[in-house]
């Protein structure tokens, strides 16, 4: 019921001769709107709220799972022997270099130039700590991949971005698993392959800022077989 409805409902049901409105009225109508229209902010804030986090939480998962998806594709193809040694036990790697398998020449496999995929800092935020680009994220990188690292000007392809300095839950240089993943200090992008270089585990953390400035983040993993 509107404010002018009550009072004017308020006002027909008066007796006759009495055509205003007591005090005690008037804050009875007021007291009835307030507590309506603050129930309406308070519900409208907390959908917003949750829109917010649903958009943004569902933004940078599906980032992070694109950006894994799309180095899955890259190590699909490449050859178990280009890779090089296992990274030390339970410490992944921040970069890969690997040759992919690009067809066949008298029975031998053609291997294609050394390729890199590996995490550096956005071009805007170098990494000190501080948001040099005040976006809302402190040294933030991207995920690149260098089709050929013999070639000087090959170009940088950029997977991703907003790609954060270590896996969600993981404290830096402790030494410790601090998000039970079996794997210690691991880095925002990382790589573990077993002996043999025939399984690739890759995990890829994204952030993104909400709109409210919170920073959301998300790390996304799956593992390929490679070829023998
Ligand atoms: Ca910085
Ligand atoms: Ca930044
Ligand atoms: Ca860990
Ligand atoms: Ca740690």
Redesign the pocket.
């Known amino acids: 019921m509107l404010a002018h409805q009550f009072l004017r409902h308020r006002s027909l049901g008066a007796p006759r001769g009495r055509r205003g409105h007591s005090i005690v009225e008037v804050t009875i109508a007021a007291t009835v709107l307030m507590s309506v229209f603050g129930a309406v902010g308070v519900v409208t804030q907390r959908g917003a709220r949750v829109s917010e986090e649903g958009i943004s939480s569902t933004t940078v998962e599906n980032a992070a799972r694109r950006a894994v998806d799309r180095v899955a594709s890259e190590l699909t193809n490449c050859q178990a022997a280009s890779l090089p040694l296992p990274p030390a036990s339970q410490r992944a790697a921040n970069l890969i270099e690997f040759q992919r398998a690009e067809g066949y020449a008298g029975g031998n496999v053609l291997l294609s130039n050394e390729r890199r995929l590996l995490r550096v800092a956005s071009p805007g935020d170098a990494n000190d700590g501080l948001d040099n680009d005040s976006d809302g994220l402190v040294d933030e990188g991207d995920l690149v991949l260098i089709p050929d690292t013999s070639d000087p000007d090959s170009p940088n392809v950029v997977l991703a971005t907003g790609v954060a300095e270590m896996t969600a839950g993981?404290?830096?240089?402790?030494?410790?698993?601090?998000n039970g993943n079996g794997l210690?200090?691991e880095p925002g992008v990382s790589f573990v392959w077993d002996a043999n270089g025939l399984v690739v585990r890759i995990l890829v953390t994204l952030q993104r800022v909400g709109a409210q400035g919170q920073v959301y983040t998300r790390t996304s993993e799956t593992t390929v077989g490679i070829r023998n």
Request: avoid cysteine; glycine fraction near 10%.
């Open positions: 993981e404290i830096a240089g402790n030494s410790v698993d601090d210690i200090d």
